[in-house]
Protein backbone atom coordinates (compact mmCIF):
# COMPACT_ATOMS: atom_id res chain seq x y z
CA UNK A 1 0.00 0.00 0.00
CA UNK A 2 1.41 2.98 -1.19
CA UNK A 3 1.39 5.79 1.93
CA UNK A 4 2.13 9.55 1.40
CA UNK A 5 4.53 10.89 4.77
CA UNK A 6 4.93 13.72 5.62
CA UNK A 7 7.63 15.85 7.09
CA UNK A 8 8.41 16.54 11.02
CA UNK A 9 6.92 19.37 12.23
CA UNK A 10 7.77 20.90 16.00
CA UNK A 11 3.76 20.41 17.34
CA UNK A 12 4.60 16.91 16.50
CA UNK A 13 7.42 16.67 20.07
CA UNK A 14 4.56 18.06 22.18
CA UNK A 15 2.18 15.02 20.67
CA UNK A 16 4.87 12.78 21.12
CA UNK A 17 5.31 14.02 24.87
CA UNK A 18 1.98 13.19 25.64
CA UNK A 19 2.00 9.34 24.66
CA UNK A 20 4.99 8.89 26.41
CA UNK A 21 3.61 10.76 29.68
CA UNK A 22 0.41 8.44 29.01
CA UNK A 23 1.72 5.28 28.25
CA UNK A 24 4.44 5.79 31.91
CA UNK A 25 7.26 5.21 29.87
CA UNK A 26 9.79 8.18 30.34
CA UNK A 27 11.62 6.31 32.85
CA UNK A 28 12.72 3.55 29.98
CA UNK A 29 13.41 5.81 27.73
CA UNK A 30 15.84 7.77 30.14
CA UNK A 31 16.95 3.98 30.69
CA UNK A 32 17.74 3.71 27.13
CA UNK A 33 19.84 6.99 26.38
CA UNK A 34 21.36 6.82 29.31
CA UNK A 35 23.18 3.35 28.15
CA UNK A 36 27.38 4.21 28.12
CA UNK A 37 28.60 3.97 24.86
CA UNK A 38 30.65 1.56 23.57
CA UNK A 39 34.34 3.24 23.21
CA UNK A 40 37.44 2.08 20.69
CA UNK A 41 39.76 1.96 23.65
CA UNK A 42 37.44 -0.50 25.85
CA UNK A 43 38.29 -3.59 26.85
CA UNK A 44 36.47 -6.76 25.03
CA UNK A 45 34.43 -7.32 28.67
CA UNK A 46 33.85 -3.48 29.02
CA UNK A 47 32.31 -3.73 25.76
CA UNK A 48 30.23 -6.80 26.38
CA UNK A 49 29.17 -5.01 29.87
CA UNK A 50 27.87 -2.23 27.92
CA UNK A 51 26.06 -4.12 24.58
CA UNK A 52 24.60 -6.09 27.28
CA UNK A 53 23.24 -3.01 29.30
CA UNK A 54 21.85 -1.29 26.02
CA UNK A 55 19.98 -4.59 24.78
CA UNK A 56 18.49 -4.62 28.32
CA UNK A 57 17.43 -0.66 28.12
CA UNK A 58 16.29 -1.79 24.73
CA UNK A 59 14.07 -4.71 25.60
CA UNK A 60 12.45 -2.95 28.70
CA UNK A 61 11.67 -0.13 26.29
CA UNK A 62 10.12 -1.73 23.56
CA UNK A 63 8.30 -4.22 26.58
CA UNK A 64 7.05 -1.26 27.92
CA UNK A 65 5.83 0.45 25.01
CA UNK A 66 3.67 -2.86 24.15
CA UNK A 67 2.62 -3.30 27.69
CA UNK A 68 1.57 0.42 28.14
CA UNK A 69 0.25 1.08 24.34
CA UNK A 70 -3.59 0.94 25.42
CA UNK A 71 -2.92 3.70 27.69
CA UNK A 72 -2.48 5.78 24.78
CA UNK A 73 -3.85 3.78 21.87
CA UNK A 74 -6.10 6.45 20.69
CA UNK A 75 -3.54 9.56 20.75
CA UNK A 76 -0.65 7.13 19.16
CA UNK A 77 -3.90 6.70 16.25
CA UNK A 78 -3.86 10.09 15.69
CA UNK A 79 -0.30 10.61 15.94
CA UNK A 80 0.47 8.24 12.94
CA UNK A 81 -2.40 9.37 10.93
CA UNK A 82 -1.13 12.93 11.49
CA UNK A 83 2.17 11.74 9.50
CA UNK A 84 0.21 10.33 6.74
CA UNK A 85 -2.32 10.87 4.12
CA UNK A 86 -4.69 8.57 6.52
CA UNK A 87 -7.72 9.51 8.59
CA UNK A 88 -6.64 8.02 12.28
CA UNK A 89 -9.51 5.10 12.18
CA UNK A 90 -7.68 3.90 8.99
CA UNK A 91 -4.55 3.33 11.07
CA UNK A 92 -6.01 0.72 12.98
CA UNK A 93 -6.88 -1.25 9.58
CA UNK A 94 -3.24 -1.08 8.49
CA UNK A 95 -0.97 -4.10 8.13
CA UNK A 96 1.69 -4.38 10.55
CA UNK A 97 4.36 -3.70 8.03
CA UNK A 98 2.82 -0.61 6.50
CA UNK A 99 2.74 0.65 10.05
CA UNK A 100 6.14 0.00 10.53
CA UNK A 101 7.17 1.57 7.35
CA UNK A 102 5.54 4.56 8.49
CA UNK A 103 7.42 4.50 11.39
CA UNK A 104 10.62 4.04 9.52
CA UNK A 105 10.53 6.70 7.19
CA UNK A 106 9.89 9.30 10.00
CA UNK A 107 12.91 7.91 11.73
CA UNK A 108 14.84 8.64 8.47
CA UNK A 109 12.85 12.14 7.99
CA UNK A 110 14.83 12.62 11.66
CA UNK A 111 18.15 11.74 10.09
CA UNK A 112 18.53 8.04 11.39
CA UNK A 113 18.29 6.74 14.82
CA UNK A 114 20.40 9.57 16.14
CA UNK A 115 17.84 12.03 15.40
CA UNK A 116 15.11 9.80 16.84
CA UNK A 117 16.92 9.64 20.31
CA UNK A 118 17.17 13.47 20.13
CA UNK A 119 13.27 13.49 19.43
CA UNK A 120 12.42 11.21 21.93
CA UNK A 121 14.84 12.89 24.52
CA UNK A 122 13.40 16.17 23.55
CA UNK A 123 9.60 14.74 23.93
CA UNK A 124 10.58 13.12 27.19
CA UNK A 125 11.22 15.75 29.06
Do not use: H, W
Request: charged share 35%.
Amino acid sequence: MEIKTRGLLFGDVSKMSRILRKMEIKDEIKKLFSSPSIKEDDTPAEKELKLRKAEEAGADFTATLFVNYCLAETEMDDFVAGLTDLPADQVKKLEFDDVRNILKMFTNSLGGVKGLINFFKSAAR
